[in-house]
């Protein structure tokens, strides 16, 4: 007898556009949310959006409420659980870049009411995804969470964020190619559950991004609309997956690791971008796609050495040979790779 099941959780609007921050009060009444607002937010989108949009949702007689969060850690969590509690929110929108979205989404999760993703920054994928992304320890959480129920994203403002912001976006997709290559590899060895519609997703919106490369520059909202789409189409194949597997191998503990060697040196998307050469290296050998990898990153001005990254030789390889300790996650570093592998891998892509 057949018995298999999935759940596919998707949002129902995606807004994307010239201004459509201003539309903030009609996305809502159009997918019912009601009651109070909880604006989850972190100081710089603060003052970008959440305040004009605090201000929009006053004149409609919604009464918001705002919370400022500065990490993403399962403490912050508990301050939007309690500011929820406290305001009796009727609904969460989260206002930032990947950090106030992703404790937006978990708080909003944890309470079951719905969930607004407003992003200001097209700097990582989580923007649609159903997951939430939290370091605890030793250890970081890849956390199920419902995913919004609607989405705004303002290509205005996108486009006036830091270009470094969105060239982290772009490498965090190109780390799609190591993550789904980790994905079949833990699937083929491990038996791990694999969705080839996901895969597929995940590496068809790397291929269309890297093939517009060279379109993509600073200040053109065009640009900003084609990375936010992209991410959009990467969360979306979370969501098919059920886990950050199509987004998220070997490269991204490498990077979940770095953030813990040497936190706050570089963005989330830089440090995957850097492993996926350094991934996709171990993958394929010398004559392997790594240079194709670099070559994109390089043309989207996204880092692709330690040195860019703001971090010494010495880092790379520690967080390379301690990425397989991040989590139970299979990939090609298996139960570790050694430190004279990581060395070669590091100094023979040039990162180091
Ligand atoms: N759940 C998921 O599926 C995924 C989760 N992630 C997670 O997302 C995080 C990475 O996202 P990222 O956006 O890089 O990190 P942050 O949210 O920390 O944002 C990076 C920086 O950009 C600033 N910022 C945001 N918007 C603007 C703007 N419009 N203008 C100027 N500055 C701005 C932030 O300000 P401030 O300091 O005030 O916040 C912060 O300093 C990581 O924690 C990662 O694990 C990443 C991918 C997928
Ligand atoms: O960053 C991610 C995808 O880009 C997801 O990270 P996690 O695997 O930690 O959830
Ligand atoms: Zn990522």
């Known amino acids: 007898m057949f018995e ?23 996305v809502v009444a159009d997918v019912h949310l009601a009651g109070r607002p909880l604006v989850v937010t972190s100081p710089t989108p603060k003052e970008v959006a959440a305040d004009g949009l605090v201000a929009q949702f006053e004149e409609a007689g919604h009464d918001p409420v705002v919370t400022v969060v500065e990490e993403a850690t399962f403490s912050s969590v508990e301050q939007v659980l309690a500011a929820a509690e406290e305001a009796d929110a009727g609904f969460l929108v989260g206002v930032g870049g990947g950090k106030a979205i992703d404790i937006a989404k978990m708080a909003a999760d944890e309470l079951g009411v719905g969930f ?3 992003p200001t920054a097209a700097s990582h994928d989580g923007i649609v995804s ?13 956390v199920s969470a419902a995913p919004p129920i609607a989405v705004i994203a303002d290509t205005g403002v996108l486009a006036d964020a830091p270009w470094e ?10 780390s799609n190619y190591t993550a789904v290559k980790d994905w079949r590899l833990a699937n083929r060895l491990k038996n791990v559950t694999y969705s080839e519609y996901s895969a597929a997703l995940a590496e068809m919106t ?3 991004l890297v093939d517009s490369a060279g379109s993509i520059k600073p200040g053109l909202e065009e640009s900003a609309w084609m990375v936010v789409k992209a991410l959009v189409s990467s969360g979306v194949a979370m969501s098919i997956a059920g886990s950050s597997r199509p987004a998220s191998g070997a490269e991204h503990l490498f990077s979940h690791q770095l953030d813990r060697i040497a936190p706050g040196k570089a963005l989330h998307g830089h440090q995957v971008g850097v492993g996926t050469i350094l991934v996709e290296y171990l993958h394929t050998g010398e004559n392997g796609d790594w240079t194709a990898v670099r070559d994109a990153l390089d043309t989207l001005d996204a880092p692709t050495t330690a040195d860019d990254l703001g971090i010494t030789d010495e880092e790379v390889v520690e967080a390379l040979t301690h990425a397989h300790e991040i989590r139970d996650r299979y990939t090609i570093l298996g139960d570790g790779i050694s430190e004279e592998a990581a060395i070669e891998a590091a100094t023979r892509t040039d990162v180091i």
């Open 4 to 26: 298999k099941s999935s759940w596919i959780r998707l949002p129902r609007n995606v807004v994307v556009g010239h201004d459509v921050l201003d539309d903030a009060v009609e």
């Open 116 to 118: 607004v993703s407003v």
């Open 130 to 142: 159903g997951r939430g992304s939290v370091p605890e320890g030793d250890t970081r959480h890849s």
């Open 165 to 174: 912001l969105t060239t982290a976006g772009c490498a965090d997709i190109i």
């Open 206 to 208: 790397a291929e269309l």
